[in-house]
């Protein structure tokens, strides 16, 4: 058997907002394994700043603002990065926002913004990166999607309406592009310790308690720890892995939940 493949070097992986949070601890973890790391952004100070958080990790990266949710925006970015870097290999559509509102005091705009960012752009870079990686008969695309394209909860209706359709968006674009020798799988991180759910994370906060009375690993999540999925669903390794999703939730969809107080029998 040969010896299963997790190297990188030479491939060129877009990371989608990873100025920090999620995607800058998998853009890191890309890069250990060798890849070229492309970052944008909407926000030129925080693409500014991410420069020297990359390097103290050894990593250069190529950073571009655009704007996910633009189709122009999107074509002008990726053409840059096609000039100045080279074709996309690794399309990590982490870019993403939140808004916790009930269903009813919700207004349209907000709930079509989610929707716009969670759902809408991953289709929009995709379908602007995949015909070369097409024509190159190679290519991998990871969508970031959540618990939430799973469960839903009180007040995050929009998000969770994007992250489902995520999931199956990830599973059409495999079932459409494998074929061509293309990856496309998503990632389902449990609750992870980022500026998303800071609000939500204060000690004493009702969601903290019950994030560590449904995690069997008893803690919220690292963006770290997310990063070995990436790898593999973007190396050799992951070759016959296709239109799935990995949760990485330290056990939260195995559980139901504790009772709490209740003995360990
Ligand atoms: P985060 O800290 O809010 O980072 C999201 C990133 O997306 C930011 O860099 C943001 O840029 C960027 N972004 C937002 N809108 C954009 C646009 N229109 N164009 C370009 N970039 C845009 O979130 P995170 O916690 O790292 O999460 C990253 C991804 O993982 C998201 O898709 C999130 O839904 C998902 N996720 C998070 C968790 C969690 O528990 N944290 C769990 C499951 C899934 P600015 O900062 O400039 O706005
Ligand atoms: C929330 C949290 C979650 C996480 C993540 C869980 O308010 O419910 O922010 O949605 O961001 O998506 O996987």
Redesign the pocket.
């Known amino acids: 058997m040969s010896k299963l493949s997790f190297d990188l070097t030479g491939k060129i992986a877009l990371v989608?907002?990873?100025?920090?949070?999620?995607?800058m601890a998998v853009a890191k973890g890309l890069a250990q394994h060798g890849a070229k790391i492309c970052v944008?952004?909407?926000?030129d100070a925080?693409l500014e700043a991410c420069k020297e958080e990359y390097k103290k990790d050894g990593v250069e990266v190529y950073t571009l603002n655009?704007?996910?949710?633009s189709e122009k925006d999107v074509d002008r970015g990726i053409s840059q990065i096609e000039k100045e870097v080279g074709p996309v290999n690794i399309l990590v559509n982490?870019?993403?926002?939140?808004k916790r509102v009930p269903i009813l005091e919700m207004n349209l705009e907000d709930f079509k913004q989610v929707l716009e960012?969670?759902l809408v752009?991953p289709l929009i870079v995709s379908k602007r990166v995949v015909p070369s990686m097409i024509k190159r008969r190679a290519g991998k695309i990871i969508n970031?999607?959540?618990?939430?394209s799973v469960y839903g909860r009180q007040n995050v209706s929009a998000?969770a309406s994007a992250?489902g359709g995520l999931k199956l968006l990830t599973q059409n674009m495999c079932c459409e592009w494998a074929k061509y020798n293309l990856n496309i799988n998503g990632i389902?991180?449990?609750?992870?310790a980022?500026?998303?759910?800071a609000p939500i994370r204060v000690d004493g906060h009702p969601f903290n308690d019950l994030v560590m009375t449904r995690t069997p690993a008893g803690r919220w999540?690292e963006?770290e720890d997310l990063a070995g999925a990436a790898v593999l669903l973007a190396s050799d390794a992951g070759q016959f892995i296709n239109g799935q999703v990995i949760y990485v939730d330290g056990g939260i969809l195995a559980n139901f939940g504790y009772v709490k107080g209740e003995n360990e029998q």
């Not at 989608?16 to 995607?23: C, E, L, N, Q």
């Not at 944008?40 to 926000?43: P, R, V, Y």
């Not at 982490?94 to 939140?98: D, E, K, L, Q, R």
């Open positions: 989608t907002g990873a100025t920090h949070g999620i995607g944008n952004d909407i926000d925080k655009f704007n996910v949710t982490n870019a993403g926002i939140i960012v969670d752009s970031m999607c959540s618990m939430m998000y992250k389902g991180p449990g609750y992870i980022t500026a998303q759910t999540g963006p």
